[in-house]
């Protein structure tokens, strides 16, 4: 690394250079800076500027000023000098006699730092390098002359050493000697001459150099292996002009001009020496270390503190109340103008001479770049039909002897050999282009016209209302109106071209015709249009790369498409139309994103914006691209992190948050982040944030992977952090597993119990329903015994002893089949059949044979096999005969039983010609009851409880049989479910 040796004499001469007008950016305290003086700038290996102030140190990523102060550790607010070596630590020397660094977030200081600690200088410490092995050293003046030396080994070891040197009044220090040492120089300015040393902790003397500064002679030297050679003198006419510095090129000792005004010399950090920077009370100047010749000057009449280049050739000033200004380009230039607010609006190469129009009626012509004079034409606003004080020169195009300007107040015909000019009262003009060989378009404000370029009479109207631009094409006229483009060919009706290509539907407010027939065009709010044959075949917007959809300016050459928006100047390669679109802003030296006219000539571009005319070299703007990535701090559950010993969270520190900045400053806003989360997605997701968050992630393994990319496609490093969230205890395998276990056993456990419930419901149950079945039939029993016994009763009292014994043998025999019914659940058809038709014969006799009966089965059924429960139709037999038959007066009375098969079902019928329900119900509502039958009761009873044991029910259904509204009698329907089949 190149080394300044300092300054050997005060000369008294003052040497300038022509200063050329540059675009600068700069930053104030009203941008985020804590003081606009400036003492130092530098640029650490992460791609960061540090900035040296009377109020902190300053770091800046391109877009956010980040302090430092006594509050974060610094030693004194008050920074004066700053170095970043090769470990990624900013080295700070601050108005205190200790030394202090910053690295990874923290400031490290004598209070907390063991190697700072040890490094107490006798005054403050004011240079710094670092060694080929990454040492560094510190060099400080005492009293008396002591100049104390301390070396940081890479151990953390300090070692210090001092020396008097009371002749030597300057001295400096540099790593670029051998490795594991450090030069340091002094100069003696009485006794002309410069001594170097070399130190590792012990002083080793190098080589001492004599010279005169009164001589026109100058010696240089240099060393080989380790031995001081002179070469032969130099005659260098004026000498007092001239300083002594160093380089690490040979040890060689050189001379350069000196500039004025108390320089203070710094020399760019890469290996090239191509540019030596002089910062004075009178802005910087700039030496060829080869010849030693002022080569510019920047910043005239501003006292400057530093001049640094960083790793994009970015010229960094630090100024003293004026803050830090940044140079992105040298070969971006400007064309001082009388008027510094004119708005370049139009172009147009005539010659050797460029013409530039403006508002107020302005015309520049430049030559040589160069402004050579300026004319103004507002004087014909007296003449005009708009007087429009602003008067702006949108447009100029050639005519058959002269130019043809088209101004919002008129139109003017002009030579510029002979200044003669032709007026027209053709107004609100805003393009004009040529149609024929003595013919112009003029695309105004009222209409489209056809003008005679020679007499500036109107020729023709092509389109009566407003438009903004014109062209021919052939035999068609392409218009640009405020509802998109026409397409008007004489004689038939204008063709909306917006029907046909919605993105034509836009105010397209530039054209130009290329040489194979097409039709190059730009537009308020769809980009740029490539037309071919009335079809599009290209289009640029800012879903492909254009900066903006509002294009102001638009121009080709012989290679390039340059389009300019109100956010910089766009360039498509015309060959190649699929490479990316190259953008140029504020940042690579334009004075203004705001273009508003654009031409090229001889691969020079010549740029218009409010003020200025911008020019530069197309093969020579490209820059070095640089695009750092680092991650500035990562939140997990809301707690500050270190990712670097980063390997498990917590299970409640799922949610993550990062902050991160992409460092680029050849386009510090125009960076885009492309990241993922491995784990949850194997896709990119691209942002233009500079921070990103993670919320309520699940447990597992995950990887965050980010990278930046910049407008030049430049990408980043990547950013890789590993890490894994534990899950809770509840959510680990083996708590599952026991979990799972725990479940398993208590469901089991459940489950027995529930089986064993409902098989003691079951059995309880089953008992209750047998219970209740027995209880019934036993309650069945006596009711009709009582009923049978009646009937005897009947007969005794009647003196009818034959047929008492008759019904006492059917009764007893009755009674036998009832007592074994009785045991049963169910009976069978056939038993059912013999059964009821005991106890219909009995009733019989009991009503002296009033009545006959008949029982039915169905020949489908099997009477042995199919089974009903017991006792349940003989209580509707029963009611037939009591209720039913008993109270008929006339007629044939009759009971029929019926069993009949309907699919899987058993239908039971017991039918009566009775006197109905209703008419027993009136006589039973006034007789004398001498018992209650409860036999219907509880029949209903025993069915209730026969259904709860089965899904499908056994249904009753009675029926009321009528005839002509007369009572025929009762039907009782009995349902069996296949169950009991």
Not at 85 to 99: A, E, P, Q
Not at 142 to 166: D, H, T
Not at 597 to 612: A, E, F, N, R, V
Not at 653 to 663: A, D, P, Q, V
Request: glycine share 6%; hydrophobic share 35%; aromatic share 12%.
């Amino acid at each position: 690394m190149l080394r300044i040796l300092h300054l050997l004499v005060f000369l008294l001469s003052v040497v300038t250079a022509n200063a050329q007008d540059y675009n600068y950016i700069q930053y104030t305290v009203a941008d985020g800076l804590p003081s606009n003086t400036i003492y130092d700038v530098k640029q650490d290996i992460d791609g960061f500027i540090w900035l040296a102030t009377d109020a902190g140190l300053v770091r800046f990523d391109g877009r956010k000023f980040t302090t430092f102060t006594q509050k974060e550790g610094l030693p004194s607010n008050d920074v004066i000098i700053l170095f970043s070596d090769s470990k990624g630590r900013t080295w700070i020397i601050s108005m205190h006699n200790t030394i202090c660094y910053y690295y990874k977030g923290k400031i490290y200081n004598y209070r907390n730092d063991s190697a700072c600690s040890k490094m107490r200088f006798p005054s403050m410490p004011y240079y710094m390098a670092e060694n080929k092995n990454g040492e560094m050293g510190f060099l400080s003046h005492g009293s008396q002359n002591e100049q104390a030396v301390f070396i940081l080994r890479n151990n953390n070891q300090v070692i210090s050493n001092s020396q008097i040197q009371s002749t030597f009044r300057h001295s400096s220090i540099d790593g670029d000697g051998p490795p594991d040492k450090f030069r340091i120089f002094y100069y003696d300015t009485s006794g002309k001459r410069s001594v170097a040393y070399l130190f590792d902790g012990k002083w080793k003397h190098a080589w001492t150099h004599d010279w005169d500064e009164h001589s026109n002679y100058l010696r240089k030297s240099y060393m080989v292996n380790g031995k001081l050679k002179l070469m032969d003198s130099t005659y260098v006419q004026d000498i007092k002009r001239y300083t002594i510095h160093s380089t690490d090129m040979g040890d060689n000792i050189s001379f350069i001009e000196k500039a004025p005004q108390h320089p203070r010399i710094s020399i760019p950090p890469e290996g090239k020496r191509l540019t030596v920077y002089q910062s004075t009370n009178n802005g910087v100047y700039f030496n060829d270390p080869v010849t030693g010749k002022i080569t510019d000057h920047l910043l005239p009449g501003k006292v400057t503190n530093r001049c640094y280049r960083d790793l994009e050739n970015n010229i960094w000033i630090g100024t003293h109340a004026e803050g830090v200004w940044i140079l992105p380009s040298k070969s971006v230039k400007n064309i001082l103008l009388k008027q510094p607010k004119a708005d370049i609006l139009s172009f147009f190469r005539s010659g050797n001479t460029l013409f530039a129009g403006s508002d107020y009626g302005n015309l520049f012509n430049i030559r040589n770049k160069q402004l050579q004079k300026s004319e103004n034409f507002d004087h014909y606003i007296q003449l005009a039909n708009n007087k429009d004080a602003n008067n702006r020169l949108h447009w100029i195009e050639p005519g058959v002897d002269g130019l043809i300007f088209g101004f919002d107040d008129f139109i003017l015909k002009y030579d510029p050999a002979t200044s003669k000019q032709l007026f027209s009262k053709i107004d609100v003009n805003k393009f004009l282009s040529v149609a024929g060989k003595d013919s112009l378009l003029a695309a105004t404000g009222r209409a489209t016209l056809l003008i005679n370029s020679n007499t500036l009479s109107i020729l023709d109207t092509i389109w009566p209302y407003r438009s903004y631009s014109a062209i021919k094409q052939g035999n068609a006229y392409y218009i640009g109106t405020p509802g998109g483009l026409l397409k008007v060919v004489p004689g038939i009706p204008a063709i909306p071209m917006g029907n046909i290509h919605p993105d034509l539907q836009a105010l397209v407010n530039r054209m130009f015709k290329t040489d194979d027939g097409s039709i190059w065009m730009s537009t308020t709010g769809n980009g740029v249009v490539h037309l071919r044959n009335d079809s599009i075949i290209q289009k640029f917007n800012t879903s492909n790369g254009l900066t903006s959809n509002n294009c102001k300016a638009l121009h080709l050459d012989d290679k390039f498409v340059w389009v300019g928006t109100e956010k910089g100047l766009n360039r498509i390669d015309r060959s190649f139309t699929s490479a990316p679109v190259q953008h140029y802003t504020i940042e690579d030296g334009l004075p203004s994103n705001d273009i508003h006219s654009i031409i090229s000539d001889s691969g020079t571009l010549y740029i218009g914006t409010i003020g200025k005319i911008t020019y530069f070299d197309t093969s020579s703007l490209h820059k070095p691209s640089f695009c750092s990535l680092r991650l500035l701090s990562m939140e997990a559950g809301k707690q500050t992190v270190n990712p670097d010993s980063l390997q498990t969270l917590k299970h409640n520190e799922n949610s993550l948050k990062f902050e991160y900045t992409g460092i680029s400053f050849n386009s510090p806003k125009n960076i885009t982040y492309y990241y993922r989360l491995k784990g949850q997605s194997v896709s990119w997701d691209s942002t233009l944030n500079t921070n990103l968050e993670f919320v309520s992630l699940p447990p597992g393994d995950y990887t965050f992977e980010l990278f930046a990319r910049n407008k030049a496609g430049i990408n980043s490093n990547t950013l890789t952090v590993p890490f894994i969230i534990k899950p809770a205890f509840w959510g680990t395998w083996w708590f599952r597993l026991l979990v799972a276990l725990i479940l398993v056993t208590i469901v089991w456990l459940l489950v027995i119990r529930r089986i064993r419930q409902e098989q003691n419901k079951s059995a309880t149950q089953n008992r209750i329903n047998e219970l209740e079945q027995l209880a019934l039939r036993s309650q069945m029993n006596p009711h009709f015994i009582f009923n049978c016994l009646n009937s005897i009763q009947n007969f005794l009292l009647q003196n009818n002893f034959e047929k008492t014994n008759e019904y006492l043998t059917s009764f007893a025999h009755l009674i036998r089949q009832t007592l074994d019914n009785s045991s049963r659940s169910t009976i069978s058809i056939e038993s059912e059949s013999r059964y009821l038709s005991s106890y219909l014969e009995l009733e019989s006799m009991r009503f002296g044979h009033s009545f006959i009966y008949d029982i039915e089965v169905d020949p489908a059924i099997d009477p042995d096999n199919t089974f009903i429960p017991t006792m349940i139709l003989q209580p509707y037999v029963e009611n037939s005969i009591r209720h039913g038959l008993r109270y008929r007066q006339d007629g044939v009375k009759s009971v029929r039983v019926i069993f009949r098969k309907r699919g899987n079902t058993l239908v039971c019928i017991v039918e009566d010609n009775g006197i109905g329900r209703k008419k027993a119900a009136e006589l039973k509502s006034f007789m004398h009851v001498e018992y209650q039958s409860k036999g219907m009761t509880l029949t209903a009873e025993r069915i209730a409880a026969l259904n709860r044991r089965q899904d499908i029910p056994i249904t009753v259904d009675v029926i009321d049989m009528e005839e002509d509204g007369n009572a025929t009698g009762t039907q009782v329907i009995v349902r069996f479910p296949n169950v009991f089949l």
